[in-house]
């Protein structure tokens, strides 16, 4: 199992780099009291910080 998971991982992290991509479980998340995203941060080095938004 731990084979499968860690290439579902590796896929994960190949597929982020596509513009447009973005995998939610590569980012930790802290939220303000009204719900609205305080910080976003890359759970592990090489993943992209910013987002671009079109």
Not at 19 to 29: F, H, K, M, T, W
Not at 39 to 45: F, I
Request: zero cysteines; glycine letters at 8%.
């Amino acid at each position: 199992m731990e084979k499968t998971n860690g290439k579902r991982q590796e896929f994960l992290e190949k597929v982020s780099e596509i513009e447009g991509i973005y995998v939610p479980s590569l980012y930790d998340i802290d939220y303000n009291n009204d719900g609205t995203i305080k910080r976003m941060l890359p759970k592990k080095r090489g993943i992209k910080l910013r987002l671009e938004r079109e």
